[in-house]
C-alpha cells in the first residue's frame, strides 16, 4: 500500500506533500510530509505524532520544516480523534452535540461499539508506516517514531508490532498503566485506555521489549500528571540497555532525530 498524493508544494528549503493513506475501511489518514532536497540515505524518516495532530508546527521556518532543510523526511499525520480525524458533529440538537463534541465521548463510543480509540490509532500508525516503506523515495531509510504526550502510548504499541520502527523517542509519556490504578485521583486521557490490559501486560513490559531497538524515555509522568524521578524510571524500567532515560520533555530537532 502507498500513499496517495494528493499534492506536492515546493517551500523556500523543501518540498511537502500532502497525504492520505489508507488505515481502515473508509478511514483515510491525512498527513504532512516534508521532503528534503537532498537525498541522504543515512538520515531516517521521522513519523512525528502530535496530541493535537498535524498542523502544530509546519510553517516555513518552524520545526518540521527546519527538520527536513538539515535532510529529515519527516511525516506527520492525523490519527484517528485529532486533527481533521476529529469526531463528525451529531446531526442531533446542537446544544446536546456540542456537550458531546470531545475525544473522551468519542472514545466511550468506541468502547461500547468493541472498537477502542487506543487500538484504531494503532492501526493508523501501522498504516503511515507502510506507506513510507512502500514509498519509493524513502524505502531504504530507517523510520524513527517521535511521540508527545497522549500519542506515546500507540506510538510504543505500534513500535512493538513491527519490526519497521527501529527507534522511538517519548516525551511526556505515562510511566505505567499501574500507576493509574495505584492512584485515586488520576488526569491521565480515556483515550488510552483499554478493558483488563494489565492482565496481560503494561507499559515498561512493552517497551522494554522492543530491545535491542532503542528507546529515550523525556519528562515521562505519573498518573497525576507529574514527572518522575529518573531514578525511579530506571528502577521500573529495570535499567534495560535498550531504554534511555531523560529528564526533560524536549521537543527540539536535537531531541527527535536522537542526539
Known sequence: ???AVLRRVPSRVVDIEAWEVNSDSKVWVPAWMFLPRK??????VLIVLEPNGRNGRWHEGELYQNLAAQGYPV????????GDLA?????????YERSHQDEENYTWASLILGKPLLGQRVTDVLAVLQALS???ALAVRKLRIAAQGKMTVPAAFAAALTPRVESLYLAAGLISYRSLVDTEDYAY???NFIP???EHTDLPEVIVGLAPRPVALAGTVDAT???VETKRIGEIYRAVGNVRVLERADWSIEALVGV
Not at 537525498?39 to 531516517?44: A, T
Not at 511525516?75 to 485529532?82: E, I, N, Q, T
Not at 469526531?87 to 446544544?95: D, I, L, Q, S
Open 87 to 95: 469526531p463528525e458533529f451529531g446531526r442531533g440538537a446542537a446544544g
Open 75 to 82: 511525516c506527520v499525520p492525523d490519527l484517528r480523534g485529532v
Open 196 to 198: 483488563k490490559l494489565l
Open 225 to 227: 500528571g507529574a514527572q
Open 134 to 136: 512502500n514509498y519509493p
Open 1 to 3: 500500500m502507498r500513499p
Open 39 to 44: 537525498n541522504d540515505p543515512s538520515k531516517p
Open 189 to 191: 486521557p480515556f483515550a
